[in-house]
């Protein structure tokens, strides 16, 4: 699914990240873990396809439509409600019939009664919940999560598992994290960069 | 037909989103009336024709362009751009979507300001009116696409005006032009081949523009 090859960033003199291998198979499950600056989030990025490498050779086995990328904001519009958002999402994704699967999503995560609210009035926790559900609505077939746990309170925290636990197998997951315990059932291997 | 929904549903979006946060219409309107005021306090009275076509162009490329710097702002603050670039639809449908709306803006302003142009300064002719439209065609094709180029830099502010104010000079060329001239057709023409030019340019090359 995911094939890098020596791979490095540079941006201007700041490398961050170097001569990185990489082989993630399809159902795959790797979690990427080291602290502030080693360059997890740039790693994703250009797993993901939004940032390019400096160096060395990636190979994505799936076309940009099939990765959800979940990123330190959560990709949505703040003065949009939720169905907005992710009906604006689904158009764009070709999700079939988007209506129920923005409706399963939203239930699942808790949100069907703040459907209608904008995104401005939700708490961190709630934009993280939709998020999510941006990220699980096209049903890609990579998920890079960067920190999915992050502004989750603990119910939040149960259904994210409760969801990748459902998923794992069926897709691959790239995730990062500062606290891979949450993760450790499901991991299939860990990459830990230094900074 | 699944790029003009696309393209439909992304204006859809921005419209939505100015009626909803107000940021960019008021204050286009509020610029451009404010502008054509000082202009008539600080100009002597009766201007010739080609000064007040004059001042009517620096007047409307001044306003689009302050709604060309904030088109990208809800993409830039919540990073959206992640998340629309990685869709699997034509990244060009951004860049038209974007375009229609900052254009709604631009009529919306201009169907407030011409009239006000009018009543301090001189009537407007049908060739003038016409070439304020086709010049809004331009400004709003080749501003939205520099506008996502200055939108992933520190300096946005500054780099918008710096790359967009020389692409602009036909258009006031073309502009002034057909306000002015006892047959206007050619500059019509000529503003009409600019759009036409910048359209097709921006539309294939904003695939690169938003590759990082």
């Known amino acids: ?195 | 037909m699944t790029y003009f929904r696309d393209v439909g549903a992304l204006a859809r979006k921005d419209l939505l989103l100015e009626l909803r946060a107000r940021d960019t219409l008021p204050a286009m309107l509020l610029f451009v009336v404010a502008t054509f005021v000082v202009f008539h306090f600080s100009l002597p009275a009766h201007p010739s024709k080609l000064a007040a076509s004059g001042l009517l162009w620096v007047a409307i490329l001044f306003t689009a362009l302050l709604g060309l710097g904030r088109a990208f702002v809800p993409e830039r603050e919540q990073r959206v751009f992640d998340g629309l670039v990685l869709a699997p639809c034509d990244r060009s449908a951004i860049w038209l979507g974007k375009s229609l709306a900052t254009l709604a803006f631009l009529v919306a302003a201009q169907v407030v300001a011409l009239p006000v142009y009018a009543l301090f300064f001189r009537p407007l002719s049908g060739a003038a009116v016409l070439g304020v439209a086709l010049a809004d065609l331009g400004i709003c094709a080749v501003g939205t696409f520099l506008g996502a180029m200055a939108v992933a830099t520190r300096a946005r502010e500054l780099l918008l005006p710096l790359m967009f104010l020389p692409l602009a000079i036909p258009i006031v060329v073309g502009g002034v032009g057909a306000g002015v001239a006892d047959s206007p057709g050619r500059y019509l023409g000529f503003l009409g081949l600019y759009d036409l030019l910048f359209a097709v340019i921006c539309w294939a090359a904003f695939e690169y523009v938003v590759a990082e």
């Open chain 1, 1 to 195: 699914m995911l094939t890098a090859r020596r791979l490095g960033k540079r941006y201007g003199e700041k490398r961050v990240l170097r001569r990185l291998d990489l082989e993630l198979p399809r159902g795959g499950f790797l979690v990427v873990t080291g602290p502030n600056g080693a360059g997890k989030t740039t790693l994703l990025r250009i797993c993901a396809g939004l940032a390019q490498p400096t160096e060395g050779t990636i190979e994505r086995g799936v076309s940009r439509g099939q990765v959800g990328y979940l990123g330190h904001e959560p990709l949505v519009y703040r003065e949009l409600t939720a169905l907005e958002n992710l009906e604006l999402y689904a158009r764009l994704y070709r999700v079939a019939e988007g209506r129920e699967r923005i409706g399963m999503l939203l239930e699942r995560f808790g949100l069907w009664d703040v459907r209608h609210e904008r995104v401005a009035s939700y708490s961190r926790g709630m934009t993280q919940r939709l998020a999510l559900c941006r990220v699980l609505l096209h049903e890609p077939e990579l998920l890079v999560l960067d920190e999915p746990y992050s502004a989750l309170d603990e119910a939040g925290a149960e259904l994210l598992d409760a969801q990748l636990a459902e998923l794992r197998g069926e897709r691959t997951f790239l995730l990062a994290t500062h606290d891979p315990a949450h993760v450790e059932s499901l991991q299939s291997g860990r990459l830990a960069l230094v900074a």
